[in-house]
C-alpha cells in the first residue's frame, strides 16, 4: 500500500517558513529542500490548498519546512490578505522565515509590506530572490537590497542554483539544538 506524506509532528525541530506573493515559487522550493513532491506546483498562482511541512536535513542539522501558500487567497480574496494571514502564521511558528521574490519582477508593494510586517515581530528573515536561472537574470535584483535585510539569496528553485548558500545561512539562522536529556 502507498503511505501517504504526513504532516510531521516532531514539535521539537526548528520551524523555516515559505512566504510570499502567489507564484514566486514558493511550492518549488519547499520541494528542493524537502525532496518531495507533496507540495503542488501550478502555473495558475494560489493553488497550493493547505499549508504543506516536510522535513529537511542540511550539514547535521534537521529542520521543518512549511509552505504557506495554502493561504494565498483569503475569504476576500485579496492577495494582501492572504499574504498578511503567511506572515501571522510565519510570525507565529517560524524560527527562520525565507521571503520569496520573483526575482525576475523585482519588488513589488505586496513583497515590501510583508517584510515590514514580519521585521517589526523580529522574526529572522531571509530574502530570497528565485528565478534566477542564469546569470543574466542577476540584473533585477538591485532594488530587493531595499528590503534592508542585507544579504538577497539569489536562487533558482527550479534547477537548484545557488542553494548551497542559502542553505548555509538558513542552517545558521536556526536556534542552538536542545541537547536531548540523556546527551548531557
Ligand atoms: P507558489 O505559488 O509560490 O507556490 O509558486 P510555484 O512553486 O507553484 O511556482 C509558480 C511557477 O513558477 C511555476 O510555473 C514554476 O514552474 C515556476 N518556477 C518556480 N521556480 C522557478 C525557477 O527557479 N525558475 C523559473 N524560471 N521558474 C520557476
Ligand atoms: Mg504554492
Redesign the pocket.
Known sequence: MKTQPRPIVDRSLPVVALV?R???????LFNRLTGSHYAI???Q????RDRRYGKCEYDGRLFRVVDT?GI?FGAEGSISVGMRRQADLAIAEADVVLL?VDGKRGLLPDDYDICVKLRRAGKTILVVA??I?GPRHEDGIADLYGLGGGEVFAI????GRGMPDLLDAIVAGLPEPVQAEHEL
Do not use: L, M, R
Not at 502567489?22 to 518549488?28: I, R
Not at 498562482?45 to 497550493?48: E, L, N, R
Not at 533558482?156 to 534547477?159: G, Q
Open positions: 510570499g502567489p507564484n514566486v515559487g514558493k511550492s518549488t506546483v501550478e502555473d498562482p494560489g493553488v497550493t501558500g494565498d520569496i528565485n528565478k536561472d533558482s528553485a527550479a534547477h
